[in-house]
């Protein structure tokens, strides 16, 4: 079983940035694909970020290219999500999940692990 903590969530205005923070837990992570999701109220769940644990390679949503910053920090066992130049369409419960896929992946079927979610509000 897989257990992955979110935290860093928070309230700040447009311009401005946040770190959010996942830590996995319960089993070795070296095969793990880690990704960050976003769900704001009534709006489907949105793909924001992944990456792939020993590799380093990434993906990004269109909305956040430019912005976000997905890193690893393997000694660790977490996962960071560097948001910058927030807007307020970024406002969202922020999720991170994980997967053995193999390979990037921008859908979150395809994440079976997922956090509890950590709320971001930008505000204008």
């Known amino acids: 079983q897989v257990q992955l903590v979110e935290s860093g969530g928070g309230l700040v205005q447009a311009g401005g940035s946040l770190r959010l923070s996942c830590v996995v837990s319960?089993?070795?992570?070296?095969?793990?694909?880690t990704g960050w999701f976003r769900q704001a109220p009534g709006k489907e769940r949105e793909f924001v970020a992944t990456?792939?644990?020993?590799?380093?390679?990434?993906d990004y949503g269109d909305s956040v290219k430019g912005r976000f910053t997905i890193s690893r920090d393997i000694v660790k066992n977490a996962v960071y999500l560097q948001m910058n130049s927030l807007k307020p369409e970024d406002t969202a419960v922020y999720y991170c999940?994980?997967?053995?896929?193999?390979?990037?992946?921008?859908?979150?079927?395809?994440?079976?692990?997922w956090g509890q979610g950590t709320q971001v509000t930008v505000s204008s």
């Open positions: 990456i792939n644990w020993s590799g380093g390679n990434t």
């Open positions: 319960g089993r070795t992570f070296s095969t793990y694909i």
């Open positions: 999940a994980a997967t053995t896929l193999g390979r990037l992946g921008v859908r979150s079927e395809e994440y079976g692990f």
